[in-house]
């Protein structure tokens, strides 16, 4: 378990709360060895990604379809996507090692430091995506689109954004994974 | 802005027979954190090059440095044998 601190200049960091059991219990499970194998490499890492953003793709449709077409039965199609969307979900927390999940107090700068780089990069990314969106809406306004023609897009579109304000980190912090550092030889060594 | 800081720590650490989890719990780090360091991929601030200091006893800068350190048996045994061709400009007292 790590301690946090800052590393910046000036009077020096603020106490942190002490890590509660939860944060142990959370620290544990997301530094879970176990998992380490399946994105070992940053191939592999990057399929994770492309099958997690696949999946959340599917979710959307599945409910964006609902709503378009009024019928909930293409909602089935989002359990099954959750089938898949919930594992990788947890192979993306291991692979980050909980950078986004856990809270500041058991993480340490480094990680701190990565976890504010992969905030700004998603909230830059966010923030074009929703001018973009906005563009579009007021371009489609001025070319005489009702704000009922207008229904399902906004739908669409605000669910697309809220879904990637939330994943973008995550897929983000993933991408950036570098790979584990070798084995550490000194573990082997007898005990002196 | 990213100076390179490089640094003996696996060295260090493998001379002293010290795991990087175990350094890593008695500095307050992740294990990774320890790992990139002594890639060189992360550069620790001052407050953890310190503790990492502290903990092997050592000044801090015989753990770290902004030029590339000479190998240890040069230090240890002078140079101007076989296999000293890394010199570099740091000298040692």
Avoid: C
Wanted: proline share 5%; hydrophobic share 50%; aromatic share 8%.
């Amino acid at each position: 378990m790590t301690t946090s601190t800052s590393t910046s200049a000036g009077p020096g960091p603020e106490p942190l709360a002490p890590a509660t059991r939860y944060d142990r219990w959370l620290f544990k499970t997301m530094n879970d060895a176990r998992t380490k194998r399946y994105h070992a490499t940053r191939a592999a890492r990057r399929r994770i990604v492309l099958a997690h953003m696949a999946t959340t793709a599917v979710g959307l449709a599945a409910m964006v379809g609902a709503f378009v077409r009024a019928s909930p039965w293409l909602l089935a199609a989002l359990p099954v996507a959750l089938l898949a969307w919930v594992p990788l979900t947890g192979f993306l927390n291991s692979m980050t090692r909980g950078l986004l999940e856990l809270r500041v107090r058991v993480l340490d700068e480094r990680q701190v430091a990565e976890r504010g780089e992969v905030h700004a990069r998603a909230h830059r990314a966010v923030s074009w995506v929703l001018t973009a969106a906005l563009l579009g809406f007021y371009v489609a306004w001025l070319a005489g689109a009702s704000v009922a023609d207008l229904a399902v897009p906004l739908a669409a579109a605000g669910l697309l954004v809220w879904a990637l304000h939330r994943l973008l980190p995550l897929w983000i912090a993933a991408l950036r994974v570098r790979d584990e550092p070798e084995d550490d030889e000194v573990e082997a060594l007898p005990a002196t | 802005m990213s100076e390179h800081v490089h640094n003996r720590l696996a060295v260090v650490r493998a001379e002293r027979k010290v795991s990087r989890q175990a350094l890593a719990e008695a500095v307050g780090a992740h294990y990774q954190t320890i790992g990139y360091i002594e890639r060189g991929q992360y550069n620790p601030s001052l407050d953890l090059a310190l503790r990492i200091a502290a903990y092997f006893r050592l000044p801090v800068e015989a753990l770290f440095s902004l030029e590339p350190f000479r190998p240890l048996t040069d230090e240890v045994y002078g140079t101007g044998g076989a296999g000293t061709a890394r010199t570099t400009g740091r000298t040692t007292t």
